[in-house]
């Protein structure tokens, strides 16, 4: 029966055209993001460093009784919240896509302006997210995210600021048309890096485990605080806010 199903011309019909929207379905998402893709590339190569990103000084001033709580690093700092401390005016200097180089290399630019006195930094999941395109590079992509880190660190140290400086968050499920350009080795890369930036720790770095309050047991971002494969979600800076707020709080009565 089922045989002869199929050898009706209308069967036939049917399946070419769910194959057929299947193939347009799938070239619009290729499409959609390969043009993302494109235009972060060329917006790169018009401000390389993101310096003209800020146009506009904040709009106000800390407090005499307030200290100045600067965030600086990639999109996963610059989408971080601002935690409610009265302790702190906040300000944020996070660029969606850049790696540790180009944070590094505007440091100069947007961090050392303000003369924070605690700078939290989140950078290196877009330096990691590479590995898949230059498998070949991996030792040398880890090496310069460490050095990277590390002369932030220093140039943050000269300025006397307190560095908060955050582990690299876990990433969450690889999306279908990213997996051709995705590899098993960033998670474990991650690791290595967070084992790195855990021995930083010394008076004037606080290091924030962020990773281990976000990782699942897979190895994976929580679901609950995962809206993509790089990002966090509100309920996850939520979470990390509250343990922040509790680091700002010590920092504040030093």
Known sequence: MIGNRLKHPTHWLTILVILLLSSILVNVILFTVGRSYYLQLNAVRLDPLGLK?????????????????????????????FPQNPAYYTINRGIGGQTSGQVLARYDQHARPFNADVIVIQVGIN????????????????????????????SAEQQEAHVILTTIFPVGEVPLERRPFWSD?????????????????????TIFD??????????????????DLLHLNKAGYDLLNQELNVLLDQLAEK
Do not use: C
């Not at 990103?53 to 919240?81: C, I, T």
């Not at 498998?135 to 090496?143: D, L, N």
């Not at 962020?210 to 995962?226: C, H, I, K, N, W």
């Open 53 to 81: 990103f800020f146009e506009k000084a904040p709009s106000s001033q800390a407090a005499d009784d307030q200290q100045v709580l600067l965030f600086f690093g990639d999109s996963r700092a610059e989408s971080w919240p």
């Open 210 to 227: 962020t990773y281990e309050r976000l990782v699942a047991a897979d190895g994976r971002m929580q679901d609950q605080f995962s809206p």
């Open 185 to 205: 080795d960033v998670p474990p890369a991650i690791i290595e890096m967070n084992q790195f930036i855990a021995q930083q720790a010394r008076p004037t770095v």
């Open 127 to 154: 330096d990691l997210k590479t590995i898949p395109l230059f498998p070949h590079e991996k030792e040398r992509i880890i090496a310069d995210l460490q050095a990277n880190i590390s002369q932030i660190l220093a």
